[in-house]
């Protein structure tokens, strides 16, 4: 499968976060655990690109599936983004995992979301 994992929320470092450009070590460890099992990885982080342009960027892998990881201020942008890739490719699977979707599981249930995942996900998505 072609899998694209998305660091969400640091396009615009000073609204809700302090930080911009730090290491996206959650999508690196899920990646790696993903890509040892043979499949097509590719890692995305939102830096200066507006959600459209993000959503354009991950369109032109032509990914399977489209994993993000995201904060509580970010998973709004990531919702978007989710239904924006829904709606030009509906057979694309999106999945959330990270502080979000761990935290308050049962409210992460929205159209664009197929899964999330919670807690740790090296073994979960791993075994896709
Ligand atoms: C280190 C840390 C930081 C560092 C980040 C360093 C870096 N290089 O990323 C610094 C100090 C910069 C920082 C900043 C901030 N942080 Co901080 N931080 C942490 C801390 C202590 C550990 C995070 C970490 O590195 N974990 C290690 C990685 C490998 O694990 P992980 O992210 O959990 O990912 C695993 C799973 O979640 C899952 N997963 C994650 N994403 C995905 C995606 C998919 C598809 C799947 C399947 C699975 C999956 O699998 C991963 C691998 O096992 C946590 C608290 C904690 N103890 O967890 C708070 C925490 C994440 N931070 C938090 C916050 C709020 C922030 C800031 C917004 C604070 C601010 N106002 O500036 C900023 C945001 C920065 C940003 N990225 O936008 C909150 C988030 C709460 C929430 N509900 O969103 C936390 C939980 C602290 C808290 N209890 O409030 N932080």
């Given at each position: 499968?072609?899998?694209?994992?998305?660091?969400?929320?640091?396009?615009?470092?000073g609204?809700?976060?302090?930080?911009?450009?730090?290491?996206?070590?959650?999508?690196?460890?899920?990646?790696?655990?993903?890509?040892?099992?043979?499949?097509?990885?590719?890692?995305?982080?939102?830096?200066?690109?507006?959600?459209?342009?993000?959503?354009?960027?991950?369109?032109?892998?032509?990914?399977?599936?489209?994993?993000?990881?995201?904060?509580?201020?970010?998973?709004?942008d990531?919702?978007?983004?989710?239904?924006?890739?829904?709606?030009?490719?509906?057979?694309?699977?999106?999945?959330?995992?990270?502080?979000?979707?761990?935290?308050?599981?049962?409210?992460?249930?929205?159209d664009?979301?197929?899964?999330?995942?919670?807690?740790?996900?090296?073994?979960?998505?791993?075994?896709?």
């Amino acid at each position: 499968m072609k899998i694209a994992l998305v660091e969400l929320g640091l396009w615009n470092p000073g609204k809700y976060a302090r930080h911009s450009a730090l290491e996206p070590i959650a999508i690196e460890y899920v990646g790696s655990a993903v890509k040892s099992k043979g499949h097509n990885v590719r890692l995305f982080q939102q830096r200066t690109e507006s959600n459209e342009e993000l959503t354009n960027k991950i369109l032109d892998f032509e990914p399977d599936l489209v994993g993000f990881s995201a904060m509580t201020y970010a998973f709004p942008d990531g919702l978007e983004i989710a239904g924006r890739i829904k709606q030009k490719n509906p057979d694309v699977y999106t999945v959330f995992g990270g502080y979000h979707a761990s935290s308050i599981p049962g409210i992460v249930q929205y159209d664009s979301i197929d899964f999330t995942v919670i807690g740790e996900g090296e073994n979960t998505l791993g075994s896709v």
